[in-house]
């Protein structure tokens, strides 16, 4: 099929713990993909990307991974706060797609 | 530098009349994506325009339509509105879709309700 899908639609985590959320993509030809966060009431916001060249990519307190022989994408976020509670949705895309194909999102709840 | 911007905010219309959102993609970029989004839900992919063409569509009715205008603004255009067309409708931009690896980026998105 052409959807991203996720492993976990709700995940929950203790504030200062880490957080990883997982999603699976089902296009092997996919080469570039992107997390986005999007809160309550806004628009989806853009946190990391990574090429398929790559298997781990890392910035500010977050690391994407990439595992393509089982097509798995993974963010995780270090040091989990209240302010990363929101959804998150991994997408997909590759030069002859002309679109971007988004997962059905995982919301992150953080409990102080 | 601005980012992606829509308008309105939020809007408010009865079954079968027509609605109209806009959006002004970032400097620089060509391409502009509409994607609806229901309550809770993911985002479904509905057009996409570059150089102001219509360059791919998704699964909706033809009552779903825009255009984008010279300078890569565009509108979405929603024609006989249904109750279920009650949603976020978001717009995102990025620069020329051809080469894999540009990233989009999203407005705040326009709240359209169909009472």
């Known amino acids: 099929g052409e959807s991203v899908g996720l492993h976990l639609p709700t995940l929950s985590v203790q504030e200062g713990d880490n957080s990883i959320i997982n999603c699976a993509y089902s296009?092997?030809?996919?080469?570039?993909f992107i997390w986005y966060k999007q809160e309550s009431g806004k628009g989806p916001q853009f946190i990391i990307d990574?090429?398929?060249?790559?298997d781990k990519r890392q910035g500010q307190r977050v690391t994407v991974l990439l595992n393509k022989t089982v097509k798995h994408l993974s963010l995780q976020i270090a040091a989990t706060q209240p302010g990363d509670s929101a959804v998150y949705f991994c997408a997909e895309t590759a030069y002859n797609f002309n679109k971007f194909y988004f997962g059905s999102g995982t919301k992150l709840n953080v409990k102080p | 530098e601005a980012g992606v911007t829509q308008s309105p905010t939020h809007l408010i219309k009865t079954r079968g009349q027509q609605a109209t959102l806009r959006c002004s993609p970032i400097?620089?970029?060509?391409?502009v994506y509409w994607y609806q989004q229901a309550l809770g839900l993911g985002l479904q992919f509905l057009l996409w325009?570059?150089?102001?063409?219509?360059?791919n569509r998704g699964n909706f009715p033809p009552r779903f339509s825009g255009r984008q205008f010279p300078n890569y603004s565009s509108e979405l255009n929603v024609n006989a509105l249904e109750l279920e067309d009650s949603a976020l409708y978001l717009c995102a931009s990025s620069l020329l879709f051809s080469s894999s690896g540009n990233t989009i980026y999203f407005g705040e998105g326009s709240w359209l309700t169909v009472v």
């Open positions: 400097s620089g970029h060509t391409s």
């Open positions: 990574i090429r398929s060249n790559m």
């Open positions: 296009n092997s030809a996919s080469d570039y």
């Open positions: 325009y570059d150089e102001g063409e219509e360059r």
